[in-house]
């Protein structure tokens, strides 16, 4: 039997903003072709230790196989090997977990932003795929649009925003096209 204080899968204890919180760990590949930036862990990944285990999570991760950024998992939702495997790896921008996106905070945004740009950054990340608009906006300071941005990151790479989960799947195919097309060359180049 677990022990009531034992952490499972990716599960981390963290202090974020002088507030001890239960989260996922970041997961970065020792030499990362891509990081996917969400918002924030929603409560129901934290609760089983993985990322995006949540029903928007699964179509927005289904929608990054499809366009060949990684396998999809062999028996289940879990998706952390197959990602990390193909050097594909994750974090968010907010470490506080909820269950909606208004329920984080411009500060906290802005609090989580100096960091993760700092990570990856120094990991030379060369493409960022954000998942939702507020990681995007927040990495870029500013609004970014769906598909690939027209600017450079600060550190110099790339950053794609997702179309949103409930985007119709005909206006979300362009977009992921494009990624598809984008990761296709990268791969050969």
């Known amino acids: ?18 507030h001890e919180v239960l989260t996922l760990a970041d997961i970065w590949p020792a030499a990362p072709k891509a990081m996917v930036v969400g918002l924030n862990p929603a409560p129901v990944s934290v609760q089983v230790g993985h990322y995006y285990q949540g029903q928007v999570g699964q179509r927005q991760m289904a929608r990054l196989v499809e366009a060949g950024l990684f396998d999809a998992p062999k028996g289940g939702t879990f998706l952390e090997t197959e990602a990390e495997r193909a ?10 977990p909820s269950r909606r996106e208004d ?3 411009q500060i906290e945004q802005e609090h989580g932003r100096t960091d993760l740009i700092n990570q990856l950054a120094a990991r030379a990340v060369p493409i960022v795929i954000c998942v939702f608009r507020h990681p995007a906006n927040a990495i870029m300071r500013g609004k970014s649009e769906i598909g690939f941005l027209n600017q450079p990151t600060p550190w110099g790479g790339h950053l794609f925003r997702m179309p949103g989960p409930y985007e119709k799947r005909s206006a979300a195919s362009s977009h992921l096209t494009t990624l598809r097309n984008f990761l296709s060359q990268s791969a050969t180049a």
């Open 103 to 105: 329920d984080i905070t």
């Open 87 to 96: 050097g594909v790896g994750f974090t968010d921008l907010v470490k506080r």
């Open 1 to 18: 039997m677990r022990e009531p204080d034992a952490l499972i899968g990716f599960q981390q204890r963290l202090m974020w903003r002088g």
